[in-house]
């Protein structure tokens, strides 16, 4: 199945020049890599680290691969539009069919797939996988589904973080159309003719409100593998340019009202969430996971986010930009509540990505949470300070330097100056040194409070208070505790560059 070792010279001497620079991925110096240019079509093989076996025979328009126990590997053949610095609605029949046999292994997908330039944005559009419906985790916002050529694809996107491009490390948006039902099967061999319009794709991403405004890069037919896996393929015949879909766009999502103005209710709210029945539309940020648990703060429910892997983790609701605009005020708010540490704080943050397709945040609240008490989390007048073209705004409930289980309830977003659901009075936001239970007054339970933390700190590796490095060393130990001591009983004091409020040894 490989060329031999003269062809293969002549065609890598003949092309690296020519695609080196015009794959925007850039593979480490220990990947084994494989590409070059047969007729009119670009081809490329993958193969992480080098490890387990791959091995492709490309031909003018077709190509035979194999792949045996890889960690990641990719086989692709197509196009490369970045000379034409067009969108993709001014190339001509962005589409193309195949004729394709396919026997995977193990984790294993293929169809199209591809780049945009300015703004940066990788692409899927999947036709089959033959053991898990990519792309496999949570990690990812679901949109509804679009139909392309007669079949039913649903829509997600994700996000690629400091991915390695020609021009540096980037950060970028990934649009997947996954089809519903998968053209191959694991541990079978399936032929598939079919076609794949990569412009309506475009055209439905469009619909639901993403960015497609990019300069198109590429276009590939493609197989993708990892976690392990084998098979083998052949790509029979590959034609660009047959494989258009005439029929209108065909979008049914769950984020179309939200792309819609919105109307607040006689109470002044856009949004609120009891989290009595249902988790409305809040969404997993991660891998993490949500459930309704009973106990919430004004109910019966609250909604309960676990298997937290990040601080950032945690539940997520999809704004948009048609109702919450840059530069106007509203109302956020929910109220938290932890039961693992003594203290630990919790940030309400907006989401969104920038024009550049960064993502971004900015925080619209702050507040501490005691163990096992409900805490309001809520900024009656924030105004939405970001840049002009934004997008995807998302509300995002986090905590600092922890991945615990958190409970929230009564979450809204409202009209600007709208009080909370339900108003409770929370521990003061105090920042002052020493003042480790927040309540303004440096005095003997701020001792309590300190040695309970640094207890937790060495035996689970549990954050570290607010205002709790006494002598401002850059840690917090026992020395802290015996600073704080001593100030309290007035033998001490705290670093000169430090406000304190009054000292009381009741």
């Not at 691969?65 to 969108?87: A, P, R, V």
């Not at 892997?309 to 539940?315: E, F, K, L, M, Q």
């Not at 809204?412 to 100056?417: I, L």
């Not at 850059?474 to 430090?498: M, R």
Request: proline share 4%.
């Amino acid at each position: 199945m490989i060329l031999s070792n003269v062809k293969k010279a002549l065609c890598l001497a003949v092309s690296a020049a020519i695609t080196a620079l015009s794959i925007p991925f850039v593979a480490s110096a220990a990947d084994q890599t494989d590409r070059g240019k047969i007729g009119i079509y670009e081809y490329e093989m993958w193969n992480r680290n080098y490890v387990g076996n791959c091995e492709i025979e490309p031909g003018e328009s077709s190509f035979t691969c194999s792949w045996k126990n890889i960690e990641d590997n990719y086989f692709t053949m197509g196009q490369i539009y970045n000379s034409l610095k067009l969108n993709y609605k001014d190339v001509p029949n962005l589409s193309f069919s195949y004729d394709f046999e396919y026997t995977p292994n193990g984790n294993s997908f293929y169809g199209a797939c591809g780049y945009t330039m300015n703004p940066m944005m990788k692409y899927y559009i999947v036709d089959g996988w033959s053991n898990l419906m990519p792309p496999a985790n949570s990690a990812v916002r679901s949109y509804g589904t679009a139909v392309v050529n007669g079949h039913e694809y649903e829509v997600f996107t994700s996000y690629r973080y400091n991915y390695p491009m020609i021009d540096g490390a980037s950060t970028m948006p990934v649009y997947w159309s996954v089809r519903k039902e998968s053209t191959s099967i694991n541990n079978n061999t399936t032929t598939v003719h079919d076609c794949i319009d990569i412009a309506k794709h475009f055209d439905s991403w469009r619909a639901f409100g993403l960015d497609t405004s990019g300069e198109l890069y590429s276009a590939n037919f493609f197989i993708e593998n990892n976690d392990r896996s084998s098979g083998s393929a052949e790509l029979k015949e590959l034609v660009f340019g047959n494989g258009n879909d005439s029929s209108p766009v065909s979008v049914d999502g769950k984020y179309l009202d939200k792309n819609i103005l919105m109307v607040p209710d006689q109470d002044g709210y856009y949004i609120r969430n009891d989290f009595n029945e249902d988790v409305g539309d809040w969404e997993p940020r991660e891998n993490d996971m949500l459930e309704l648990t009973i106990g919430g703060f004004n109910g019966t429910n609250a909604l309960h986010s676990y298997r937290r892997t990040s601080d950032v983790a945690g539940p997520t609701l999809y704004l948009g930009t048609k109702t919450f605009k840059q530069g106007e005020s509203y109302s956020f708010g929910a109220v938290v509540m932890q039961n693992t540490f003594s203290s630990l704080k919790f940030e309400l943050v907006l989401r969104y990505i920038s024009p550049g397709g960064t993502p971004e945040y900015i925080t619209i609240a702050k507040a501490n949470a005691e163990k096992d008490e409900w805490t309001e989390l809520a900024n009656e007048h924030f105004k939405v300070d970001i840049p002009q073209g934004s997008r995807d705004l998302t509300l995002a409930i986090q905590t600092i330097m922890t991945t615990c289980d958190i409970y929230i309830d009564d979450a809204y977003v409202a009209v600007e100056g709208t009080k909370p659901m339900f108003s409770i009075n929370t521990v003061p936001d105090s920042d002052l040194r020493g003042d480790i239970n927040r309540d303004c007054v440096i005095d003997v339970f701020d001792l309590v409070s300190l040695r309970r933390a640094i207890l937790e700190i060495i035996a689970s590796n549990a954050p570290i208070p607010a205002n709790s490095d006494i002598n401002d060393d850059g840690d917090v130990n026992v020395s802290d505790l015996v600073w704080l001591q001593k100030f309290i009983l007035g033998a001490e004091k705290l670093p000169t560059s430090v406000t304190t409020v009054a000292v009381s040894a009741n």
